[in-house]
């Protein structure tokens, strides 16, 4: 079965540059989440899209901006990047809003230097 | 995580031994409670979740109990194979979360041959 695809897979930038991460979901999924997770941490949501509308905003940076496309796949892009903003970047997709299983991807490594 | 408690932080066991690992959440309007499974660098795998109208959930060597009253949700592993080292994450969700998961802090599960 076709699971969720992260692009790039790993990712190295130098501070202050920017950097967009990109996510295609599960075919018929129109929901789409971003979470970061650095070292033994756990996953910490960011924002999420349902209907490529914004649907909920957490801890997310105001350096940071995400978006949902018409055909569904979602980009985070990344600005002024601190050193701090090295972690995987997961994102995860649902067939709604009203379907809490969440499909995760294999992750954008980010590390900035 | 921000609502969610999980216990133990480590656990180690013997093959073919049992293991639990338990959380507990404070939003009691949550009604979804999933648990993941995550090998070193990898992504978090859906394993098992379970459903506020529901009590109890199995899936071969893998259940999960919830008491809504007491807030607490538990993952039962039994005769455990070290395949089944990895860290271990519950969430909830659904509620007031529009979706996003809030994770607790994982389990490190190690099972020895």
């Known amino acids: 079965a076709a699971g969720v695809i992260q692009s790039p897979r790993h990712l190295i930038k130098e501070k202050r540059e920017t950097a967009t991460l990109k996510c295609y979901p599960i075919?018929?999924?129109?929901?789409v989440y971003w979470y970061q997770q650095g070292p033994g941490q756990d996953p910490q949501f960011l924002i999420s899209f349902y209907e490529k509308m914004q649907s909920d905003k957490g801890s997310i940076p105001d350096r940071f901006s995400a978006q949902q496309f018409s055909d569904y796949h979602s980009e985070l892009n990344m600005s002024s990047l601190e050193l701090g903003d090295s972690a995987l970047y997961f994102c995860?997709?649902?067939?709604?809003?009203?379907?809490?299983?969440?499909?995760f991807g294999p992750g954008t490594r980010l590390t900035v230097t | 995580g921000e609502n969610v408690e999980q216990h133990p932080s480590t656990l180690s066991v013997q093959e073919g031994d049992s293991a639990v690992i338990k959380c507990t959440y404070s939003d009691s309007a949550s009604n979804y409670f999933p648990w993941y499974k995550q090998e070193l660098g990898k992504r978090p795998q859906l394993i098992i979740d379970?459903?506020?109208?529901?009590g109890e959930k199995k899936d071969q060597r893998i259940a999960v109990t919830l008491n809504k009253t007491a807030k607490h949700f538990s993952l039962h592993i039994t005769e455990t194979q070290p395949e089944d080292s990895a860290v271990y994450f519950c969430a909830e969700g659904g509620g007031s979360t529009l979706g996003r998961l809030y994770f607790g802090r994982g389990t490190q599960l190690t099972v020895w041959p």
């Open positions: 379970i459903r506020s109208n529901v």
């Open positions: 075919p018929r999924h129109d929901t």
């Open positions: 995860a997709s649902s067939s709604g809003q009203g379907d809490y299983e969440q499909y």
